[in-house]
């Protein structure tokens, strides 16, 4: 890595006041309360076409299906199941996990501003001091006043909301970006403005975030825009 940009990224974290941003990437290596590792994209495909749907690895239906992003095998599956088996599965293999030492060295850094994630499992509600995250993860704002708090904005849903929406599907997509009073993704498009963000695990590539990332671009010529720091060994070329 380039070593201006280290530097950038060290004033940042010690005196910017940064937005952690998190994927996927972040919760590798935590363990589920099934004991099973947490997946990455492409494991939990398999695992969607294999385990909830029943496919043949190897098959050549298998293999057609393989070659779709994970949001389109969320849709097919949403298409060919009730839509509550794929919620109830998604909800099963992310939740109670048992976090590694550095997810609690990342969710223990004291200068985090705010964190957001597109993650829906609880890893970093579990690596955290106890009472020091407020989680948003439904529509509405959750209020708080203890002043050492600090919001745990969760996207795309959350394991411990289970009447909520989880966003995996295409249309889930869809549905987050036309809903102009959600609280969480009003206070994203505010900050993507302004703030500094840290961003760890994910290329930010899900179709309902461009939108806002074009917002951050749209300010970048100005002298009040934050920066953004991907922590990823290949990011996307647009922001490299």
Known sequence: M???????????????????????????????????????????????LIDLMGYTEGSKEYEELMENSLSDICTFAESELAPQKLHDYLIATFSECTPEPFHSSVARFPFWKRIYTVNIDDVMENASEKSTLIVQNSEKQFTYTRAKQKEYIKLHGCVRNRSGKLVFSNQQ?????????????SCFARDMQVENFVILGTEMDEINLDYYLQLFSSVSDRTSHGQLFFINPNPRLVFK
């Open 2 to 48: 380039d070593t201006d940009v280290i530097k950038k990224l060290d004033r940042c974290l010690l005196s910017g006041n940064p937005i952690l941003f998190t994927g996927a990437g972040f919760s590798l290596g935590a363990v589920n309360g099934a004991g099973e590792n947490l997946p990455s994209g492409y494991q939990l495909k398999k695992q969607l």
């Open 173 to 185: 997509y869809v549905d987050s970006m036309l809903n102009s009073t959600d609280y969480r993704f």
